[in-house]
Each structure stands twice: as structure tokens, then as C-alpha cells.
């Protein structure tokens, strides 16, 4: 209460020539009280750090919600004489508080800038320790035998999957391929978290959430080999799924062009007012493109129920996140757009999880926005077209492949659990790629699609241009049936 | 059932339901899935006042103002489509688009097909364009040029109040991604139109004048400008067919071939630049179809390739005047 009245006596002399506050401070007069009491120096617009004696944080001192929040502490101690006096002066443009269409500014004759960095670091959210055990006072949100179980299955599965199929495209089956190692938390955690009538707008490197809502092995390979089956008709490049019937929006290899996607859905959503939501997921290189900035902020304007999933794994190709951007990491960027945001471990399965439910709920109930930045690391090269040990070192990428491996971790604990064994391990691994293996034998012997598809889905019909230029290729290949290869139908 | 036309302007400024807007409020009243998303297109009511009166009528969810991101909104226009809206982005000016032209180019035209049909993108792009009065080069672009080559959208041109109404109702039962391009200069246009409920067909170009002596194809402000060269060749004695080819992509090589077949001379009188126009492609088009029906070899007027400059009579001679038509016709019947 003493430091309340020194202060507050500098900081009349000094505002003598600056009338508005007192009287603003005779308006918000009934309730201070406690305020002084709690020392709750709290400043709205400058870091916490600062040694600025003035209280800022005043709330909507004109409408009927400022009687709840913190004010000048000191004004009721004030002389009343003193007060009177400037009270009659009238409120002119050295008003204290400013009300731009921007925003409310209140002022201050201190030069100071908002730092660069905050003293602080984010906090990051986590459950499990690196030993997969409970951290203690941790909380979480409880998750069954079963689905740990089956997130557990899939995780590994997802693993086999990359380590297949990675070696497939060395040995020249498949052209093209993308793992996830590292991010299996991300994946699956996330999906298991979401229901299924959520939409899913991915960047490439989210393929366990397409297995967790039900793609089979069979259909990833058909994807990767571009047969006959694949639902995308062979029309993209291996990794690029896209399945309606599992609200999965087909990959398109351009950078962050989905999350402006996922705020029209989620806008739709709001419109149709379903009980659901829209998630894309993104790297750290995807958060410098001009459109997550833009759909950020138009989420946060269209108060959109749209979860914003980061994948922060640390590269970008061979950028490092340091020649990526400056600022804290991602989560902090929410704030600026007015979106409320949390830092994850990503690999960490119950953290995940319990973020991506808690975000959901208030998604879909507040509908707000909600980003989420999962920090992990890329333990693969970028894609079968790099080789990461050219930019880091190698014994870094060993290390989080062993010591931070998000599936051993979780493993640790459902095995704690009683809910693994080293039996099922086995059992599990072996059996999965013994499919994996029969789905890509499948997959290399299934017929490509045929020439017609080349012209269809272009637009709804074929238009007449279109018509015209299949009637020329076929005749061109009536005419060379030595130089067709033989195993694409016509 | 009596016919009872009324007289409505294509866009008259501060009034209510101009052509377009009154097809586009039409739309989404007969189908709740129809929205509008752009800058300016609520409570504003659009910087030419097409979307005036929707918001008060529909909601603030229904004709969505947004941020300045344009590559952003049609983003989000495009995803909204996939999950089932109808959306109408409008570009405030056809140039703010270029910003939009990676959604465009990468997902709007792509996603049907990547998607092997799973996802269908039945998107309106629409927005004032073309050469103004004295807007400056960046407000005076003709985007049909560079969207051309894009597969998976259609384009087309609205010049006629009857057309524009028509036009956009089809645009937006169309399934398929459709740029609709208005022109600055033809808002203030006066014309009877139907009461009834009618529709463009997207692909079609339309007769303008019959004639015998040339086939003059045109679209958009030009449709004008060769109008009144056409009244100006008409007293020298000529008979030219003029042609509102309406669809740019793809172009209604039917009408136009007839067309051809029975003049033997064409003439195409854009908007676009020199380079890499419409008039550019239309003219490979023709030559490569009907080449054989030709006395004279196709002949292009289009707008100089510069940036339109902000003085008023250079801006004039930047753009084709109806002049240079007749001198064309001229040259092309000898």
C-alpha cells in the first residue's frame, strides 16, 4: 500500500498537464480497492519486466465491465482537492486513454520498444518423460486400454510402412517417396484425438492420420504405385492421397496452400453448423508462406472452428528453423493474430493427444481457431531426393532416431501398463510387414489407368478441345503401337 | 403469362439490384449454399456495388467480408467449395487477383483432377477488369490473358446487362471453377430484361449482328467499340457479322466456324495485349480449324503492350478504337 501512495504521488506531478487519467480514475472510483491491496501491478502493453511505475491495465473504463477489472491503484488515496482541480478541466486530446479505430491506446511518455524476444520461452506441454513414464502432477486426459493400444499399433505400423516403402523407392519400385520417422506421435496422437467427421487438410507428411481413419495398406501402396485402384486415378506422384470418403483432402505439393483451405471449411462448417471441425497440419518452413498469415488472422476474424497443427520438426529441406524465422518458435505468432495457441512435445502421444481433444472441444463449442505447435524432429531426409547428412550431422539424426523415438516412448508406457508385451511386438511387426510386403507385390502387378483417364475430371464433362486432343493421341498411338508401353490400357 | 421487362442497368451506383447483383442475389436465394466472400462485399456492398443489399438480406455469414489476402480468400473460397458451399469470390479489382493466381493456377484448376474426381470445386471468380478511365496501369489489367492456359477453369466475358445476369446465375450452377470477367466501363449499362428465371449457356458465344462481308469477334467493352465502327461500315456499304464470343475458354468454335465458313474473313478485336492474348490463341485456333475457309489471312486488333498509362489520351490509344476498326474491315475486305 506504501509503494501504491509514493508512487502514485510522482506520477501526479507528473500528470498534472495530463488531466484524462484522474478523471477516468474517478469514474472506475468504487472499486480499486482490492486492487491496491493485491499489488496486482499487471501492464497490458509493455513486457513484464518493466520498471514503469504506472498500472496500465485499464479495462473499457466506460462501460459497466471495468467495475471488474485492475485500475490505478492509488487514485482513491488521492487528495480530493487535487482531484477537483483537475477534474474541471474538460477532457480534450490529452486524454490518457485514446480510443483509435485500431484499438484503445493508452499512453505513455516513456519511450519503450516491445522486445524482439520475450524473457521467456513458450513452455512446452508434456506428459510422458523420455522413459515413457508419467510426469508427476501432469495432467492429461485419460486414455483406454484400447485406444492406446490401437494408437500404439498404428504408430508402429506407420513406422513399417515408411521403412518399406523408403526401400522400395531405392530399389526403383515406386518412384517417390516421403517418411515420417520422427513425427509418428503427431500422426497418430492428433487423429486419435479428432473424430471422423472432422476435414483433415494435410501438407505430405501426415499420412498416419489417414491410416488411423481407416485408408488400408493396400490403398497407400495403389497410391504410391499410380494403379488402376488409386483413387486419385495415378494423376499425382506417390505420397499425395486424398480420400473423401475419410475427409482427407488430397495432397497438393505446394507449401501451406491448405490452410487457407481449412478456414473456408471450417467456415462452412460454422455455416451448416455441424458438430465438427477442420485440422491442417504444416511444417515450420510452411508458417513463412503469406497464407498461413492470412488464414490465421481470417480464422481469428471469421471466428472459424479450424485447429492449426505445426509440425515444428526443425527443417525445412536443409533449412534450420534459425534461418527460418526469429521469432519464439510458432505458437507465439497465435497471440499476434489473436488465436489462442500451445506449445506440445510432439513426440510425446498423451500431450498430443490431450491438446488436439481440449483444442477441439473449444474449436468446435467456442468456435474459435486454435494452433497448435508440436515441436519434434525430421529423423528421414526431407524426401527420397535428399540426403540430410550433406546439411547435419549424422550423429544428431542417430540420436533422435534411438534416444527420442516417439513409439519406443510410448511403448515404455502402455508396456508399464500391462497392455504390451514384447510378444506382441514381435507378433505385430512381423505381421505388418508381411502385408505391407503382399500389398506392394499386389500393388506393382495391378494395370495402370487407362489413356482416357489422362482427359477426364479436367473439367465435370469432356469439353470439345478435350475430346479432340484424345482423338489425336489415340490415333498417334494407332500409329506407333511399337512405342506404347504395354502395360497402360487404353 | 404476360412478359413485363423491366428496364435495369448492368450496375447503376447506389442503387439496388443491378443486373449481376440481382442474378447473384437470385442464386442465393434459391440455393442456401451459395455465399460471397471478398473485400468490401458486405455492409459496403462492393466497390461497384454489385453485392449492395445482399448482406442485409442474407447475413454476415452468407456475404463474408474479408481481410486484404487475396491469394488467402480464394484459398478459402476453394476449400469451402470441397466441403459443399458454393462461394463467389470477388476480386475487387480483376488485378488483386494476380495474387490469387497460385490458388488459382495450383488448386482451383488442379484439385478435380489430382483428386480423381473425389473433390469438385464449383467456384465464381468474379470482378471488374479491363481498361478503365484513367485507373493507372495497375488497375487497368486484363487477366483472361494470363488465366488462359490454366486447366480445369472456365472463363467467361459478360458485356450486356441480359448477358451478365445470365452468365452469373450459369457461373454458379456450374460445377466446375469459373472466372467471370466484368469490365469496368459497362456497369452504368441500361437494358431490358426478362422477369423470368433464364440462364447463359457458359460455352456459348453470341450473334450480335448478322452479316455476309467479315465475321468481327469481340468480346466484353470491345463488343461497343466494334458496334460503332460496325454502324460506321454499314454506311460505306459493308455487311460485317459481329460475334460476342462470351466464352474464352473454351471458345465456342462452333458459332465461330459458321461464322467463317460463310464470311471467309475474320477479324478479332480485343482488349488483351499483343502478346500472348486472346486474340492470340483465338487466332491459332481459327487458322488451325478452318484454315481452308479463309480468302484472307486472320487479323488481330488488340490493346499495345504497355502498361496503361494514366494520362487520358494516351490511355485512349492504348486500347482499339473503333477508327482502327473500320480502316481493319477496310483492309481485310479489298
Redesign the interface.
Given at each position: 500500500m506504501t509503494f501504491c501512495l509514493k508512487n502514485s504521488r510522482n506520477i501526479i506531478s507528473k500528470l498534472k498537464p495530463k488531466v484524462g487519467l484522474l478523471s477516468l480514475m474517478k469514474q472506475s472510483s468504487d472499486c480499486c480497492y482490492s486492487s491496491c491491496l493485491n499489488h496486482s501491478n499487471h501492464c497490458n502493453f509493455l513486457p513484464v519486466t518493466a520498471t514503469s511505475p504506472f498500472v496500465k491495465q485499464l479495462k473499457n473504463p466506460d462501460s459497466n465491465s471495468h467495475k471488474k477489472g485492475r485500475f490505478f491503484v492509488f487514485e482513491r488515496f488521492e487528495s480530493t482537492t487535487a482531484e477537483k482541480q483537475i477534474a474541471s478541466v474538460p477532457n480534450g486530446e490529452d486524454n490518457q486513454v485514446l480510443n483509435f479505430p485500431g484499438g484503445k491506446v493508452i499512453f505513455s511518455p516513456e519511450m519503450r520498444f516491445l522486445s524482439e524476444s520475450p524473457s521467456l520461452h513458450a513452455h512446452c506441454y508434456r506428459v510422458l518423460d523420455d522413459n515413457g513414464q508419467l510426469i508427476r502432477h501432469s495432467n492429461f486426459i485419460q486414455v483406454s486400454e484400447d485406444i492406446a493400444v490401437k494408437m500404439y499399433s498404428n504408430m508402429v505400423t506407420l513406422q513399417t510402412l515408411d521403412t518399406i516403402f523408403y526401400e522400395a523407392q531405392r530399389q526403383g519400385r515406386i518412384s517417390f517417396y516421403v517418411t515420417t520417422i520422427g513425427e509418428e506421435a503427431i500422426n497418430i496422437a492428433s487423429a486419435a484425438a479428432l473424430t471422423l467427421d472432422d476435414?483433415v487438410?494435410p501438407q505430405y507428411r501426415e499420412p498416419g492420420v489417414l491410416l488411423w481413419r481407416g485408408f488400408t495398406l493396400q490403398e497407400f501402396a495403389n497410391q504410391c504405385f499410380g494403379n488402376k485402384a488409386?483413387?486419385?486415378?495415378g494423376?499425382?506422384m506417390p505420397i499425395?492421397y486424398?480420400?473423401?470418403k475419410h475427409k482427407y483432402?488430397?495432397v497438393?505439393s505446394?507449401i501451406a496452400?491448405?490452410?487457407?483451405?481449412?478456414?473456408?471449411?471450417a467456415?462452412?462448417?460454422?455455416?451448416?453448423k455441424k458438430d465438427a471441425c477442420?485440422v491442417t497440419y504444416f511444417g515450420d518452413g510452411g508458417t513463412s508462406e503469406?497464407?498461413f498469415?492470412?488464414?490465421l488472422?481470417?480464422a481469428a476474424?471469421?471466428e472459424a472452428p479450424v485447429i492449426f497443427i505445426c509440425r515444428n520438426n526443425g527443417w525445412a529441406i536443409s533449412t534450420p528453423t534459425s534461418d527460418q524465422f526469429r521469432s519464439d518458435g510458432i505458437a507465439v505468432r497465435g497471440q499476434a493474430y489473436g488465436v489462442r495457441s500451445i506449445r506440445v512435445d510432439g513426440n510425446d502421444v498423451l500431450a498430443i493427444y490431450s491438446a488436439v481433444h481440449a483444442a477441439r472441444k473449444m474449436a468446435v463449442n467456442e468456435h474459435r481457431p486454435i494452433l497448435i505447435e508440436a515441436v519434434t524432429y525430421r529423423v528421414g531426409h526431407h524426401s527420397t531426393s535428399d540426403d540430410s547428412t550433406k546439411y547435419r550431422p549424422a550423429d544428431e539424426i542417430e540420436w533422435w532416431r534411438m534416444a527420442r523415438d516417439p513409439v519406443t516412448r510410448f511403448r515404455k508406457w502402455i508396456e508399464s501398463n500391462g497392455w504390451w508385451s514384447s510378444e506382441a511386438e514381435s507378433q505385430l511387426r512381423s505381421s505388418i510387414r508381411n502385408q505391407l510386403l503382399q500389398a506392394i507385390q499386389l500393388a506393382e502387378k495391378v494395370e495402370k489407368p487407362p489413356v482416357k483417364d489422362l482427359f477426364?475430371?479436367?473439367?465435370?464433362d469432356l469439353?470439345?478441345?478435350l475430346r479432340e486432343q484424345e482423338k489425336l493421341l489415340r490415333e498417334t498411338i494407332n500409329r506407333h503401337p511399337k512405342d506404347y508401353p504395354a502395360d497402360v490400357p487404353l | 403469362m404476360q412478359l413485363q421487362p423491366k428496364l435495369i442497368a448492368l450496375q447503376l451506383l447506389h442503387l439496388r439490384n443491378p443486373a449481376l447483383g440481382e442474378g447473384l442475389e437470385e442464386e442465393m436465394e434459391r440455393d442456401p449454399r451459395v455465399?460471397v466472400m471478398g473485400e468490401d462485399v458486405g455492409h459496403y456492398g462492393g466497390s461497384y456495388k454489385v453485392t449492395k443489399g445482399l448482406a442485409t438480406k442474407f447475413g454476415d455469414?452468407?456475404v463474408?467480408d474479408?481481410?486484404i489476402?487475396e491469394?488467402?480468400?480464394?484459398?478459402?473460397?476453394?476449400?469451402?467449395?470441397?466441403?459443399?458451399?458454393r462461394?463467389v469470390v470477388e476480386g475487387m479489382n480483376m488485378g488483386f487477383l494476380l495474387l490469387a493466381f497460385?490458388?488459382i493456377s495450383?488448386?482451383c484448376g488442379?484439385?478435380?483432377?489430382?483428386?480423381?474426381?473425389?473433390?469438385?470445386i464449383p467456384i465464381v471468380i468474379r470482378g471488374p477488369g479491363g481498361v478503365g478511365r484513367q485507373l493507372g496501369a495497375e488497375h487497368s489489367q486484363r487477366l483472361e490473358s494470363y488465366f488462359q492456359s490454366i486447366?480445369?477453369i472456365?472463363m467467361v466475358a459478360c458485356s450486356t446487362p441480359y448477358n451478365a445476369k445470365g452468365l452469373m446465375k450459369a457461373a454458379i450452377r456450374?460445377?466446375?471453377p469459373v472466372i467471370l470477367f466484368e469490365h469496368v466501363l459497362l456497369y452504368n449499362l441500361k437494358e431490358r430484361i426478362p422477369d423470368e428465371d433464364y440462364i447463359c449457356n457458359l460455352?456459348e458465344a453470341e450473334l450480335v449482328r448478322p452479316g455476309e462481308d467479315i465475321t468481327i469477334l469481340t468480346y466484353s467493352r470491345m463488343r461497343y467499340h466494334v458496334m460503332q465502327a460496325a454502324k460506321t461500315l454499314v454506311n460505306k456499304g459493308y455487311d460485317p457479322e459481329v460475334i460476342d464470343i462470351r466464352s474464352l475458354k473454351?471458345f465456342d468454335?462452333y458459332t465461330i466456324g459458321n461464322s467463317v465458313k460463310k464470311t471467309h474473313r475474320v477479324l478479332i478485336v480485343e482488349e488483351c495485349m499483343r502478346t500472348g492474348g486472346i486474340g492470340a490463341s483465338l487466332t491459332a485456333a481459327i487458322t488451325e480449324n478452318f484454315h481452308d475457309y479463309l480468302d484472307a489471312p486472320v487479323m488481330c486488333l488488340s490493346s499495345q503492350d504497355v502498361p496503361t498509362p494514366y494520362a487520358g489520351t494516351l490511355e485512349e490509344w492504348t486500347v482499339v478504337q473503333p477508327a482502327q476498326i473500320v480502316t481493319a474491315v477496310e483492309q481485310l475486305c479489298q
Open positions: 476435414f487438410f488409386d483413387y486419385g486415378k494423376r499425382q499425395h486424398g480420400s473423401n483432402f488430397t497438393s505446394t496452400t491448405q490452410i487457407p483451405h481449412a478456414v473456408g471449411a467456415y462452412s462448417l460454422k455455416m451448416d477442420a503469406g497464407d498469415h492470412a488464414a488472422n481470417f476474424v471469421t477426364t475430371d479436367v473439367y465435370d469439353p470439345p478441345n | 455465399c455469414l452468407r463474408l474479408t481481410p489476402a491469394n488467402s480468400f480464394t484459398g478459402m473460397g476453394i476449400g469451402a467449395a470441397m466441403t459443399g458451399l462461394p497460385n490458388q495450383n488448386n488442379m484439385l478435380h483432377y489430382t483428386s480423381g474426381g473425389q473433390f469438385t486447366p480445369g472456365q456450374s460445377e466446375n460455352e473454351p468454335l
